[in-house]
């Protein structure tokens, strides 16, 4: 059988991986999709890129300055997408599924904010539309979510699905390092950009988040609905206090099926150190799925770089490969869902979300203060924890008061904390921090 024919958008170091990946495993590809998978045209930005990727493939295939006249060859039959970034992705990706071609694709900001037309365009030319590689790079976690555990009904995921924000945290916990400090030596070794800001403030992992919650819910992609929060305001003092109380804190993307809605969000959060996820240092990534037949699992290994991602990438292009001729109709569906049983079930605003919460507060060191603040707490109806008193690093006469509650709404637990930062007995901003028991 002919083999499959693919223009590769993009050289960098994802594609440069799946370059390397097609042709050192080319037996093996061919065996698992039932005929060979060829990179026949490569495409740049422009034409100066376009001699950078000549000097790679070193003739093997041409490669061209311009990447819609890759989009528009009649002879490619799948179109890999890995420039990244909105433009010109969105207009090429939407160009090649005009044109009929299958597109494979490594963009999550891309489809996390473009992903219902996307996959609206691609359903009526009768296409597939792949993103393995958008979500924690080589773990096969869409594949999970969308063919594995199709018989169950999720009821959340939490994720630590951004490897730059868990080398932050690891190395703030293992070293007492405070976030600036370490951000620096992330950039030092390339696990941070020069501008980290996607990373560190929560975009990243959000987009992410917003792909895998529409694969388990059945809901539209809904970025804009996220509640984002990053780890850039994350003090060494508080990882060393969740460390005292048995917690370390990560960097989570959590999305839950509630009876009212779907909660959706990233942000820190205390993890019992018990759990494993608790315990995934470095770059590394790691996703925990509940659902009611199968229980608890737990999906881990590395969430970027060259030929871990390029492995989700070639296990899309085997899946088109399989699929290419398969009627349009009986394909898995892009988000896991027909889309007539899409619904939309609404995703709640961060103020309905319930958890329980990690509070320090700087205080005044003399009688009663804590007294006030427990029944400013009980007034609202939130139940303590557990309490630990330390002396504050800042001076004498004020101490730092370490609150862990149980579950609550987080709008009353604002309410409180409005009314405790309104005491004169109250030195600082109080620092609240989310924690889930994810049992």
Request: proline share 4%.
């Amino acid at each position: 059988m002919q083999a499959i024919r693919v223009g590769l958008i993009g050289l960098g170091t994802v594609g440069t991986g799946t370059w390397q990946v097609l042709k050192r495993n080319q037996t093996e590809i061919r065996g698992r999709a039932g005929r060979g998978i060829e990179v026949t045209m490569i495409a740049a930005r422009n034409e100066a890129r376009a001699e950078a990727y000549r000097s790679v493939v070193g003739g093997a295939v041409p490669v061209v300055g311009d990447a819609m006249a890759l989009v528009d060859d009649p002879s490619l039959d799948i179109v890999v997408e890995l420039i990244g970034g909105i433009e010109p992705a969105r207009t090429l990706v939407l160009k090649a599924i005009a044109n009929g071609k299958h597109v494979v694709t490594a963009n999550k900001a891309l489809l996390a904010l473009h992903g219902t037309e996307i996959f609206a365009a691609a359903r009526e030319k009768g296409v597939v539309v792949a993103f393995e590689a958008a979500v924690a790079g080589g773990i096969p976690i869409i594949k999970a979510l969308r063919e594995g555990l199709t018989g169950n009904r999720i009821e959340w995921i939490a994720g630590i699905i951004n490897g730059t924000t868990n080398f932050i945290l690891s190395e703030m916990r293992g070293k007492g390092l405070d976030f600036a400090t370490v951000l620096k030596e992330a950039q030092r070794l390339g696990y941070a950009e020069t501008d980290p800001t996607f990373d560190i403030e929560g975009v990243d992992a959000a987009h992410k988040l917003t792909l895998m919650s529409a694969i388990a819910f059945g809901v539209p992609v809904q970025f804009a609905k996220a509640h984002v929060e990053g780890i850039s305001s994350l003090q060494a003092t508080d990882i060393k206090y969740a460390e005292q109380l048995g917690y370390r804190i990560k960097l989570l993307g959590i999305t839950r099926r509630r009876a009212d809605g779907i909660e959706l969000r990233v942000h820190p959060t205390l993890i019992p150190a018990s759990r494993l996820i608790a315990n995934v240092e470095g770059a590394m990534n790691a996703v925990v799925v509940q659902a009611d037949a199968v229980g608890t699992t737990l999906y881990y290994g590395k969430g970027a770089g060259a030929e871990p991602t390029a492995s989700a990438v070639v296990a899309d292009l085997v899946d088109v490969t399989r699929l290419a001729t398969a009627d349009p109709d009986h394909r898995v569906p892009h988000l896991a869902f027909r889309p007539d049983a899409i619904s939309d079930t609404p995703v709640l605003p961060i103020a309905q979300v319930q958890t329980a919460f990690y509070l320090r507060l700087v205080v005044a060191d003399q009688p009663g203060v804590l007294s006030r603040i427990t029944t400013i707490l009980a007034e609202s109806d939130i139940s303590i924890d557990a309490v630990l008193q330390r002396e504050s690093a800042d001076g004498e006469r004020q101490t730092d008061l370490i609150i862990l509650t149980h579950d609550t709404v987080e709008g009353r637990m604002n309410d409180a904390l409005a009314k405790m930062q309104a005491l004169s007995t109250v030195l600082a901003p109080i620092v609240r921090i989310r924690k889930e028991e994810l049992a």
